[in-house]
């Protein structure tokens, strides 16, 4: 089993990036994605998650109208698309894998024990 987030990097207050989270070993598509992420100092915190289908997405306020989960079954991928960055998003991104019983997104997701985690991503919004 294996998830791998990458893309991240150093980007000025204002830009964007995108992160992928690939996926391997487990069938992708029994599992909803979520996207964490840790700052130095700080508890982890869920950003976004999608459910198996890509239909339907939840995020944490802070992020929302900004950020933007998106996957791709056929590529056993995920994507975090984040436009107008703030310094306060500059954190490690980890993706994670949750098994659930339906196509949907649990209401509190972020707090339920993901079944597969992956190495995180830096990103750092510094002008």
């Known amino acids: 089993v294996q998830l791998q987030a990458s893309g991240g990097g150093l980007v000025q207050p204002g830009g964007s990036l995108r992160l992928s989270c690939a996926a391997s070993?487990?069938?992708?598509?029994?599992?909803?994605i979520g996207w964490f992420r840790q700052a130095p100092g700080k508890k982890r915190e869920g950003v976004g998650c999608?459910?198996?289908?890509?239909?339907?997405?939840s995020y944490v306020d802070s992020v929302k109208g900004r950020f933007t989960v998106s996957r791709d079954n056929a590529r056993n991928a995920v994507y975090l698309q984040m436009n107008n960055l703030k310094p306060e998003d500059t954190a490690v991104y980890s993706c994670?894998?949750?098994?659930?019983?339906?196509?949907?997104?649990?209401?509190?997701?972020?707090?339920?024990?993901?079944?597969?985690w992956g190495k995180g991503t830096q990103v750092t919004v510094s002008s």
């Open positions: 999608i459910n198996v289908s890509g239909s339907k997405t």
């Open positions: 994670a894998a949750l098994l659930v019983a339906g196509d949907y997104v649990p209401i509190t997701w972020e707090t339920y024990g993901m079944d597969y």
């Open positions: 070993g487990f069938r992708f598509d029994y599992y909803a």
